[in-house]
Structures are given as C-alpha cells and as structure tokens.
C-alpha cells in the first residue's frame, strides 16, 4: 500500500476528480460514511457523540458522518469551528444537510466554551474533523482552544478524521497543541506522518479505509512510499527445489566478531541459516578463533590476521577466497582498530557480491566518507544504520536525526547510492531510486542489544540466496519485525532473547504466503 505525503494525496484527489470525473462530493460522502461506520463497529449501541468540524473538506467528512450517526440513533452535537463564510464548497453542503437534522454550534470565539466543554464532558466518542491534510503550520489560538479542550476528555473515545488535528501530514511534527486521538481514520491511503515520530504517538490504531480512489496512477502521480508487506516480495519466496545441495541457497561471509563481542557475529550466524542461506562461514580475527569454535556449530570459521581485532592488512586475505561468497556482511562485533580505514577500503573494492555494513562498518564509514567511491556500484551495499549510526554518518545529532527520520534515510541513500535501512520505529528503508519502503511491522521485544545483528544476518542470508536487494531488504526487515511479535506472543515483551528470535523466525517464514 502507498504511503502517501499531503501533496501526493492532493494530487490523487485531483486525479480522481478532474481528470476521473469522480465529483469530489462522492468522496467526501464515502469518506464520512466509513467515519461513522466504523465508530458503530466500535460502540454498536447508540452513545452521545460530539462532531468537532473545521471549515474545509475534513469537516465536510466530520457533517456526513454526523448525518450517520443521527440516523443510527446516536445523540450527536454538532459543532462548526470557524466562521460558515469559509466553507468549501463541498463542506458547505452536507453542512446544509446537517443543519436540517440538527441544530449545528458554531464556535467562533469564547462565548461558546462553557457550552463545548459541557458536551465534550458528556460524550462517549468525540470525533475531530477539524483539520485535515490541509494543515499549515501551527494551530491558529481558535483551534488550540477547541483540540485543548478535547484532551481534557480522559474518558471519552476520540477519532480524528483523516490525520489529528495540529499534526503535520508530512512530517509527524505537531503543533503546541495536537489532538490525541483513540483512533485515526484515514482516507485512501495512509499518510507519512501516521508512522513519523511524535506524530505516530497521537494517533492511536490507526485505520486506512476505501473510499473509492484510484489504486493506479500515471508515473508522475504515482507516490514514491510503500508500506512494507509481502505483496512488495511475496514472488522471491519460492518452496525448496527438492534437488537442491547446500550450494544452491548460497554461501553468506559474516565478518566481524572482535574481542568481547563474540556474541554479534555469532547471532547472525545463527540467524543466517535459520532464514534459509546453504551455508555461512564466520570471519573473525585469528586470536578470537578458538572461542568463536567453542560456540558455533553449523558455521565455518575462517579466520584473518589479528589478535583481538583485525590487523589492517588482514582483509586482503578476503582475494584468497573472494568468489566463494555470494553475499557479505561486514560489521557484528567488528569493532575499532589500527587502520581500520585502509581495511574496510580493502573489501569494498574487491568484494564482488552484495554487501550489508552494519555496525562499526558504518562507523569507520562515517569517519572515512572517502571509502564510499571504492565500491563498486554495480553490486548493491545495504547500509542498516541505528538513529545513534545513522547520527554519525550526517555529523548531526540523534535528536535531528529522530525529528527527520525520512529525510536522514533519503540524503544518505541519495548521496552513497547505497539502500539505507534506518532502523527504529518505524524502519524506514531509503533507495538510492528515491523511493521508500517503511516497515511498521515489529515489537519493543526487539529493543535489545543483539536485534541489529540478527537483522544483518538475515538479511545477509536473503542476499546470498541470490534475492535481489530490492525485495531481500523489505523481506529482511519485516521477517525480524514479525518474529519480534511472534516471539513476544510466545514469552513476555519483556522477557524476549535472541534465541525466541531466532525461533518465532521459523513460523515468521511459516506464516508467509509462498509463490
Ligand atoms: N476532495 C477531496 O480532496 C477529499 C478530501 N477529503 C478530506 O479533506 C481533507 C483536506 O481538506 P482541505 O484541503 O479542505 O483541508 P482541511 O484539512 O480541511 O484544512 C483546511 C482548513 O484549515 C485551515 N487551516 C490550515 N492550517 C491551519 C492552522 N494551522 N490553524 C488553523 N486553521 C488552519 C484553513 O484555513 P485557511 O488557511 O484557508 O484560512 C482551511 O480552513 C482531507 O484531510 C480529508 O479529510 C475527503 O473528504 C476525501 C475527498
Ligand atoms: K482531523
């Protein structure tokens, strides 16, 4: 499903109107029926219900869905906030509507406040069709009164329509005041803000229903965002050849494992064959060998110079053996050493297969922005920066980082020509293309140390099966989110280890349709 910016939605809506034919007002009409609709399927005997409109198009949603609710029995007040001279022209007539049904309140100043505040303290349901997807900036002081009012509710059950009012249908940045809504119900398709940080904390469950668009566009209208679901891969899965050998689902290299840091490099080991690679080999430096033996089993262990890390030299050792592999992961337990740079600048320049930088990868990256030209961009990099990595790599902060997550995701994608995979919530996956994938499957189980290597692995093993990267990343991020949930399913939230992972990523796979 697209993820759609305001003007892409504004563009859609023109598309369907001007170009379709579709009038604006049928729409409108499915758009406020659905709102009323699916508040029945919460509360399927009538309540008191309070219907905040603004004076544009989401208001008109806010008076169709009032006329619903009347007709299903529901005690509703209707309120118009702003002044009726400024309603569009398809607003103004189901406001007329309205207004045949029900006396309709207008808010246009104080004077009216005590009777708001009397309603909204009597309602079981508030629904704010205030402001939509035609948002600017900061809320005017008239709205801030209004949506202030509505989160003294505690009790009451509040639907924003399409987005919650005083949040940015863009960026998920929200206004001093920003209605904080039970249930958003959002129309078409959902918007970037649904799933951007602070705006995804105001939202609630969020909805997405049909109100008739168009799912096909023309290339210029088509949105650059997706949402991540097996649709996007679902072709790449394909049931074992029965005549297979170990050598026909690829052989992934993992590198890294420095002292201390053992455990990365042997999660993603695990979690490599677990997600279907014929087989993984295990690099780290020759004086961690012996412990790394002492903990693995199914992997190989091929060992470079170094005692605790790598010596700077060692990755030549990688043209040794260099057609072996047909993925590379550099970066669990990697750590920071001598001449790290002139190393990482090493493989990058010979290693011809798809490659993952995880980790320290990135970090030694981020202080050697030089190194990007030596890869060879024929074979796709995967870059799967945390915020703190991702903050590293643009020299800003991981607060900047947090508070533009999409832009982060797409300037490093952009400037590397490498997939970026910003992890967090919600991952956001950045093409070198422009286009965006976002992935909203995944559990707080996954906020452990350990999380990030099991995603490297997998998606190091999807790689090396020969998946091409543009389906293997999305396939990687939203088989880990899924196990996170399985697995929290399965033991507490709380209590999820890299093992529960590791399991619930069999019924993960188990659970994906295959082609
Ligand atoms: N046909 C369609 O396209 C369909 C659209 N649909 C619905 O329409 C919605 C989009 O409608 P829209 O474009 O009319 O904008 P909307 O969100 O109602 O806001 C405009 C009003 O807000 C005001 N305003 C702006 N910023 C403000 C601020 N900071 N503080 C205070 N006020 C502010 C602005 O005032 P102005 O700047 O003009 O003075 C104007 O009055 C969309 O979300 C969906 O719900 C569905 O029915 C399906 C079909
Ligand atoms: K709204």
Known sequence: MYL??????RNIDHFAIDTLGIPGVVLMENAGRAVAESIQRKFPEPKNAVVLCGTGNNGGDGWVAIRYLLFAGWN?????????????????????????LTSVHIYHDKSKQKLMKKHLQEAQVIVDALLGTGVKGELRPLLREVVSLINQQPKAWVVSVDIPTGMDTDT?????EVVHAQQTITFGYPKWGHYLYPGADVCGEVNVVDIGLPTQFPADLTPKAQL???ALWRGY???????????????ALLIGGAKGMLGAITMAGAVAYRSGVGMVTLTVPEGQEVSLAGKVTQELIWSWSGKSVFSAESAKQFMERASRYSAVVIGPGLGRFMGEDKWLGDLLSTIKAPLVLDADALNILADH??????????????LTPHPGEMARLLHCSISEVESSRLSAARTVANHTGMIVVLKGRYTIIA??????????????????AGSGDLLAGLLGSLLAQRIPANQAVPMATYLHGQAGVIASQTVSEHAVCYQDIIVALGKAFEQLPLS
């Not at 509703?76 to 207004?99: M, R, S």
């Not at 998920?172 to 001093?176: D, K, P, T, Y």
């Not at 899965?237 to 052989?251: E, F, L, M, V």
């Not at 093409?431 to 452990?448: D, E, H």
């Open 4 to 9: 759609v910016t305001a003007q892409e939605m």
């Open 76 to 100: 509703v007040e209707a309120w118009l906030v702003g002044n009726e001279d400024k309603l569009t022209p398809d607003a103004k007539i189901f406001y007329h509507v309205c207004q045949k």
């Open 172 to 176: 998920g940045m929200v206004s001093s």
């Open 228 to 230: 991540n679901e097996p």
């Open 237 to 251: 899965i394909q049931p074992r050849n029965p005549w297979a050998h170990k050598g026909t689902y690829g052989h």
């Open 369 to 382: 922005p030089e190194l990007i030209k030596l890869r060879d961009s024929e074979y796709p990099t995967v």
């Open 431 to 448: 093409y070198p293309t422009g286009k965006q994938v976002v992935n909203i499957i995944g559990s707080p189980a996954l906020a452990k």
